[in-house]
Protein backbone atom coordinates (compact mmCIF):
# COMPACT_ATOMS: atom_id res chain seq x y z
CA UNK A 1 0.00 0.00 0.00
CA UNK A 2 2.85 2.44 0.09
CA UNK A 3 3.91 2.12 -3.05
CA UNK A 4 0.21 2.44 -3.83
CA UNK A 5 0.61 6.10 -2.13
CA UNK A 6 3.70 7.08 -4.96
CA UNK A 7 1.64 6.12 -7.75
CA UNK A 8 -1.19 8.65 -6.44
CA UNK A 9 1.48 11.31 -6.28
CA UNK A 10 2.71 10.82 -9.54
CA UNK A 11 -1.14 10.64 -10.93
CA UNK A 12 -1.94 14.03 -8.77
CA UNK A 13 1.12 15.38 -10.34
CA UNK A 14 0.57 14.54 -14.46
CA UNK A 15 -2.59 17.37 -13.47
CA UNK A 16 -4.71 14.66 -15.68
CA UNK A 17 -7.97 16.95 -16.62
CA UNK A 18 -10.35 14.00 -16.29
CA UNK A 19 -9.50 12.44 -12.86
CA UNK A 20 -11.55 13.67 -10.13
CA UNK A 21 -10.71 11.64 -7.03
CA UNK A 22 -8.53 8.45 -6.73
CA UNK A 23 -10.00 5.50 -3.94
CA UNK A 24 -6.85 3.02 -3.22
CA UNK A 25 -7.74 -0.03 -1.41
CA UNK A 26 -6.09 -3.52 -2.03
CA UNK A 27 -10.03 -4.94 -1.17
CA UNK A 28 -11.47 -5.53 -5.11
CA UNK A 29 -15.03 -5.33 -3.11
CA UNK A 30 -13.93 -1.62 -2.69
CA UNK A 31 -12.17 -1.27 -5.80
CA UNK A 32 -14.88 -2.66 -8.46
CA UNK A 33 -17.64 -0.93 -6.55
CA UNK A 34 -20.15 0.83 -9.84
CA UNK A 35 -16.80 0.05 -12.07
CA UNK A 36 -17.26 1.36 -15.62
CA UNK A 37 -13.80 0.18 -17.20
CA UNK A 38 -11.33 -2.40 -15.19
CA UNK A 39 -8.00 -3.04 -16.17
CA UNK A 40 -6.78 -6.34 -14.85
CA UNK A 41 -3.04 -5.41 -14.70
CA UNK A 42 -2.08 -7.15 -11.81
CA UNK A 43 -0.58 -10.95 -11.74
CA UNK A 44 1.95 -12.89 -10.71
CA UNK A 45 4.91 -13.32 -12.48
CA UNK A 46 6.69 -17.17 -13.78
CA UNK A 47 9.37 -17.72 -11.12
CA UNK A 48 12.27 -19.56 -11.84
CA UNK A 49 11.49 -23.22 -12.52
CA UNK A 50 7.99 -23.20 -12.24
CA UNK A 51 6.07 -24.63 -14.45
CA UNK A 52 3.37 -23.24 -16.59
CA UNK A 53 0.65 -25.22 -14.70
CA UNK A 54 1.82 -23.86 -11.36
CA UNK A 55 1.43 -20.22 -12.88
CA UNK A 56 -2.00 -20.85 -14.20
CA UNK A 57 -3.34 -22.11 -11.26
CA UNK A 58 -1.24 -18.80 -8.93
CA UNK A 59 -2.90 -16.53 -11.08
CA UNK A 60 -6.42 -18.45 -11.22
CA UNK A 61 -6.39 -17.61 -7.90
CA UNK A 62 -6.14 -14.09 -8.17
CA UNK A 63 -8.75 -13.82 -11.18
CA UNK A 64 -11.70 -16.06 -9.06
CA UNK A 65 -11.51 -13.37 -6.35
CA UNK A 66 -11.87 -10.02 -8.78
CA UNK A 67 -14.51 -12.27 -11.25
CA UNK A 68 -16.76 -12.54 -8.00
CA UNK A 69 -15.97 -8.70 -7.05
CA UNK A 70 -16.62 -7.69 -10.21
CA UNK A 71 -19.81 -9.47 -10.61
CA UNK A 72 -21.35 -8.38 -6.94
CA UNK A 73 -19.91 -4.65 -7.00
CA UNK A 74 -19.76 -3.39 -10.83
CA UNK A 75 -21.51 -1.97 -12.97
CA UNK A 76 -24.22 -4.29 -14.82
CA UNK A 77 -22.06 -2.56 -18.16
CA UNK A 78 -18.30 -3.03 -16.65
CA UNK A 79 -15.61 -3.52 -20.23
CA UNK A 80 -13.12 -5.75 -18.05
CA UNK A 81 -9.92 -5.98 -19.92
CA UNK A 82 -7.13 -8.65 -18.83
CA UNK A 83 -3.85 -7.44 -19.13
CA UNK A 84 -1.92 -9.67 -16.86
CA UNK A 85 -0.36 -13.06 -18.05
CA UNK A 86 -1.70 -15.47 -18.86
CA UNK A 87 -4.22 -13.00 -20.36
CA UNK A 88 -6.89 -14.92 -21.71
CA UNK A 89 -7.39 -17.72 -19.41
CA UNK A 90 -7.16 -15.31 -16.62
CA UNK A 91 -9.90 -13.64 -18.25
CA UNK A 92 -11.52 -16.75 -18.81
CA UNK A 93 -11.33 -17.45 -15.45
CA UNK A 94 -12.74 -13.73 -14.62
CA UNK A 95 -15.92 -14.25 -16.89
CA UNK A 96 -16.44 -17.95 -15.39
CA UNK A 97 -16.52 -15.98 -11.61
CA UNK A 98 -18.60 -13.30 -12.54
CA UNK A 99 -22.03 -15.55 -13.69
CA UNK A 100 -24.27 -12.19 -13.27
CA UNK A 101 -22.46 -10.51 -16.18
CA UNK A 102 -22.55 -10.34 -19.74
CA UNK A 103 -19.39 -12.75 -21.27
CA UNK A 104 -19.16 -9.88 -23.56
CA UNK A 105 -18.11 -7.64 -21.15
CA UNK A 106 -14.60 -9.63 -20.32
CA UNK A 107 -11.70 -8.99 -22.58
CA UNK A 108 -8.35 -9.91 -22.98
CA UNK A 109 -5.77 -8.31 -24.05
CA UNK A 110 -4.32 -8.58 -27.92
CA UNK A 111 -3.98 -4.80 -29.25
CA UNK A 112 -0.29 -5.26 -28.50
CA UNK A 113 0.19 -8.06 -30.46
CA UNK A 114 -1.77 -6.33 -33.12
CA UNK A 115 0.43 -3.20 -32.96
CA UNK A 116 3.52 -4.95 -33.36
CA UNK A 117 1.70 -6.70 -36.49
CA UNK A 118 0.88 -3.04 -38.15
CA UNK A 119 4.61 -1.90 -37.15
CA UNK A 120 6.44 -4.94 -38.50
CA UNK A 121 4.43 -4.40 -41.92
CA UNK A 122 5.00 -0.68 -42.12
CA UNK A 123 8.91 -1.50 -41.46
CA UNK A 124 8.67 -3.80 -44.23
CA UNK A 125 6.56 -1.96 -46.46
CA UNK A 126 8.26 1.67 -45.72
CA UNK A 127 5.06 2.56 -45.33
CA UNK A 128 2.85 3.55 -41.67
CA UNK A 129 1.35 1.85 -38.90
CA UNK A 130 -1.54 4.03 -39.82
CA UNK A 131 -1.57 2.66 -43.70
CA UNK A 132 -1.70 -1.28 -42.71
CA UNK A 133 -5.55 -2.58 -42.24
CA UNK A 134 -7.38 -5.28 -41.84
CA UNK A 135 -4.31 -6.93 -40.01
CA UNK A 136 -5.95 -10.02 -37.62
CA UNK A 137 -4.18 -11.68 -34.87
CA UNK A 138 -5.76 -15.00 -33.36
CA UNK A 139 -6.05 -16.96 -30.30
CA UNK A 140 -3.93 -16.85 -27.18
CA UNK A 141 -1.41 -13.88 -26.19
CA UNK A 142 1.58 -16.43 -26.05
CA UNK A 143 3.97 -17.68 -28.66
CA UNK A 144 1.21 -20.04 -30.44
CA UNK A 145 -0.64 -16.82 -31.71
CA UNK A 146 -1.04 -16.15 -35.29
CA UNK A 147 -0.27 -12.74 -36.71
CA UNK A 148 -2.47 -13.33 -39.80
CA UNK A 149 -1.97 -11.19 -42.68
CA UNK A 150 -4.32 -13.10 -45.28
CA UNK A 151 -6.74 -9.96 -45.12
CA UNK A 152 -4.26 -6.96 -44.28
CA UNK A 153 -3.60 -4.67 -47.01
CA UNK A 154 -0.99 -1.89 -47.09
CA UNK A 155 -1.19 1.71 -48.65
CA UNK A 156 -4.38 0.34 -50.08
CA UNK A 157 -2.87 -2.86 -51.73
CA UNK A 158 -2.89 -6.62 -50.49
CA UNK A 159 0.14 -6.88 -47.72
CA UNK A 160 0.62 -10.53 -49.48
CA UNK A 161 1.22 -8.93 -52.59
CA UNK A 162 4.06 -6.79 -51.14
CA UNK A 163 5.83 -9.07 -48.92
CA UNK A 164 6.85 -12.29 -50.07
CA UNK A 165 5.71 -15.91 -47.94
CA UNK A 166 9.13 -16.64 -47.02
CA UNK A 167 9.49 -13.14 -45.07
CA UNK A 168 6.10 -13.93 -43.73
CA UNK A 169 6.22 -17.21 -42.26
CA UNK A 170 10.00 -17.71 -41.28
CA UNK A 171 10.56 -14.17 -39.96
CA UNK A 172 6.87 -12.28 -39.48
CA UNK A 173 5.21 -14.78 -37.82
CA UNK A 174 7.89 -15.77 -34.98
CA UNK A 175 8.46 -12.01 -34.80
CA UNK A 176 5.52 -10.96 -33.72
CA UNK A 177 5.13 -14.18 -31.46
CA UNK A 178 8.40 -13.44 -29.79
CA UNK A 179 8.81 -9.58 -29.34
CA UNK A 180 7.67 -9.96 -25.48
CA UNK A 181 11.04 -12.49 -25.01
CA UNK A 182 12.95 -9.91 -27.38
CA UNK A 183 11.98 -7.07 -25.32
CA UNK A 184 12.84 -8.52 -21.85
CA UNK A 185 16.42 -9.30 -23.46
CA UNK A 186 16.74 -6.00 -24.81
CA UNK A 187 15.85 -3.86 -22.23
CA UNK A 188 16.09 -6.25 -18.96
CA UNK A 189 12.24 -5.72 -18.33
CA UNK A 190 9.19 -6.76 -19.93
CA UNK A 191 7.06 -4.47 -22.29
CA UNK A 192 5.56 -1.33 -20.52
CA UNK A 193 4.86 2.00 -22.26
CA UNK A 194 3.84 -0.28 -24.83
CA UNK A 195 1.45 -2.49 -23.42
CA UNK A 196 0.00 0.46 -21.44
CA UNK A 197 -0.14 2.28 -25.19
CA UNK A 198 -2.35 -1.02 -26.23
CA UNK A 199 -4.41 -1.18 -23.37
CA UNK A 200 -5.94 2.41 -23.80
CA UNK A 201 -6.05 1.83 -27.83
CA UNK A 202 -8.07 -1.94 -26.65
CA UNK A 203 -10.36 0.85 -24.39
CA UNK A 204 -10.84 3.90 -26.75
CA UNK A 205 -11.81 1.60 -29.35
CA UNK A 206 -14.31 -0.56 -26.93
CA UNK A 207 -15.63 2.24 -25.84
CA UNK A 208 -15.75 5.07 -29.08
CA UNK A 209 -15.59 2.43 -31.96
CA UNK A 210 -13.10 1.53 -34.56
CA UNK A 211 -14.75 3.70 -37.41
CA UNK A 212 -15.00 0.56 -38.98
CA UNK A 213 -11.37 -0.48 -38.60
CA UNK A 214 -10.65 -4.06 -37.78
CA UNK A 215 -8.91 -4.94 -34.23
CA UNK A 216 -7.84 -7.92 -32.42
CA UNK A 217 -9.64 -8.96 -29.11
CA UNK A 218 -9.15 -11.70 -26.99
CA UNK A 219 -13.08 -12.61 -26.25
CA UNK A 220 -15.61 -15.06 -25.25
CA UNK A 221 -15.71 -17.74 -28.03
CA UNK A 222 -19.49 -18.84 -27.96
CA UNK A 223 -20.92 -18.68 -31.25
CA UNK A 224 -17.73 -17.87 -33.44
CA UNK A 225 -17.94 -18.27 -36.60
CA UNK A 226 -14.66 -19.92 -37.63
CA UNK A 227 -15.41 -23.79 -35.81
CA UNK A 228 -12.98 -22.74 -32.96
CA UNK A 229 -13.66 -24.50 -29.56
CA UNK A 230 -16.39 -21.93 -28.31
CA UNK A 231 -15.81 -21.80 -24.38
CA UNK A 232 -12.47 -20.30 -24.71
CA UNK A 233 -11.31 -16.42 -24.45
CA UNK A 234 -9.97 -16.82 -27.95
CA UNK A 235 -8.95 -13.44 -30.02
CA UNK A 236 -10.82 -12.66 -33.09
CA UNK A 237 -11.14 -10.00 -35.51
CA UNK A 238 -13.82 -7.69 -34.41
CA UNK A 239 -15.10 -4.11 -35.07
CA UNK A 240 -16.45 -1.92 -32.10
CA UNK A 241 -19.55 0.29 -32.01
CA UNK A 242 -21.95 1.90 -29.92
CA UNK A 243 -19.68 0.35 -26.66
CA UNK A 244 -20.01 -3.02 -28.11
CA UNK A 245 -17.39 -5.04 -29.81
CA UNK A 246 -18.83 -7.43 -32.84
CA UNK A 247 -17.14 -10.34 -34.39
CA UNK A 248 -15.97 -10.50 -37.99
CA UNK A 249 -17.55 -12.95 -39.90
CA UNK A 250 -16.93 -15.00 -42.75
CA UNK A 251 -13.35 -14.82 -43.16
CA UNK A 252 -12.13 -17.37 -45.82
CA UNK A 253 -9.76 -19.20 -43.68
CA UNK A 254 -6.82 -21.09 -46.13
CA UNK A 255 -5.31 -24.86 -44.41
CA UNK A 256 -2.17 -22.24 -43.20
CA UNK A 257 -4.34 -20.56 -41.14
CA UNK A 258 -6.59 -23.43 -39.85
CA UNK A 259 -3.18 -25.41 -38.76
CA UNK A 260 -2.12 -21.93 -37.10
CA UNK A 261 -5.23 -21.04 -35.40
CA UNK A 262 -5.93 -25.11 -34.77
CA UNK A 263 -2.10 -24.81 -32.55
CA UNK A 264 -3.18 -21.81 -30.22
CA UNK A 265 -6.73 -23.35 -30.09
CA UNK A 266 -5.15 -26.75 -28.53
CA UNK A 267 -2.90 -24.49 -26.36
CA UNK A 268 -6.22 -22.86 -24.73
CA UNK A 269 -7.96 -25.60 -24.32
CA UNK A 270 -5.09 -27.42 -22.08
CA UNK A 271 -4.75 -23.88 -20.25
CA UNK A 272 -8.46 -24.32 -19.50
CA UNK A 273 -7.85 -28.20 -18.56
CA UNK A 274 -5.06 -26.85 -16.45
CA UNK A 275 -7.55 -24.46 -14.19
CA UNK A 276 -10.44 -26.41 -14.59
CA UNK A 277 -10.97 -26.15 -10.96
CA UNK A 278 -11.63 -22.28 -10.42
CA UNK A 279 -13.93 -22.12 -12.94
N1 LIG B 1 -1.48 -8.99 -22.56
C1 LIG B 1 -0.39 -8.31 -22.87
O1 LIG B 1 -0.17 -7.95 -24.03
C2 LIG B 1 0.64 -7.92 -21.80
C3 LIG B 1 1.65 -7.01 -22.12
C4 LIG B 1 2.55 -6.63 -21.12
C5 LIG B 1 2.47 -7.16 -19.85
N2 LIG B 1 1.50 -8.09 -19.61
C6 LIG B 1 1.35 -8.67 -18.29
O2 LIG B 1 0.82 -7.69 -17.43
C7 LIG B 1 1.17 -8.02 -16.09
C8 LIG B 1 1.73 -6.81 -15.41
O3 LIG B 1 2.97 -6.47 -16.00
P1 LIG B 1 3.96 -5.51 -15.23
O4 LIG B 1 5.15 -5.34 -16.10
O5 LIG B 1 3.21 -4.31 -14.76
O6 LIG B 1 4.34 -6.46 -14.03
P2 LIG B 1 4.79 -6.06 -12.55
O7 LIG B 1 5.39 -7.30 -11.96
O8 LIG B 1 5.56 -4.78 -12.59
O9 LIG B 1 3.41 -5.74 -11.84
C9 LIG B 1 2.55 -6.75 -11.43
C10 LIG B 1 1.77 -6.19 -10.28
O10 LIG B 1 0.81 -7.16 -9.85
C11 LIG B 1 0.65 -6.99 -8.49
N3 LIG B 1 0.02 -8.16 -7.87
C12 LIG B 1 0.59 -9.28 -7.41
N4 LIG B 1 -0.33 -10.07 -6.86
C13 LIG B 1 -1.51 -9.45 -6.96
C14 LIG B 1 -2.83 -9.75 -6.55
N5 LIG B 1 -3.10 -10.87 -5.87
N6 LIG B 1 -3.81 -8.90 -6.83
C15 LIG B 1 -3.56 -7.76 -7.49
N7 LIG B 1 -2.33 -7.39 -7.87
C16 LIG B 1 -1.30 -8.24 -7.61
C17 LIG B 1 2.06 -6.77 -7.97
O11 LIG B 1 2.04 -6.09 -6.73
C18 LIG B 1 2.64 -5.86 -9.06
O12 LIG B 1 2.46 -4.49 -8.77
C19 LIG B 1 2.13 -9.19 -16.17
O13 LIG B 1 1.41 -10.38 -15.97
C20 LIG B 1 2.61 -9.13 -17.61
O14 LIG B 1 3.04 -10.39 -18.03
C21 LIG B 1 0.59 -8.46 -20.56
Known amino acids: MGALEGVVMELNDCAFPLVDSIITTDD ?29 KDNGAIFTIQGKALNDNASRDVKVLVVGNPANTNAFIAMKNAPDLNPKNFTSMMRLDHNRSLSQIADKTGSHSTRVKQMVVWGNHSATQYPDI ?11 EVVDNDWYVNDFIPTVQQRGAAIIKARGASSAASAASAAIDHMRSWALGSDGGWVSMGVF ?5 YGIDEDLMFA ?13 TGLEINDFSREMISK ?5 ISEREAVAGLL
Open 221 to 225: SKGNS
Open 150 to 160: SFATVDGKPVK
Open 28 to 56: PNVAFKDTDYALLVGSKPRGPGMERADLL
Open 236 to 248: LPVTCENGEWKEI
Open 264 to 268: TEQEL
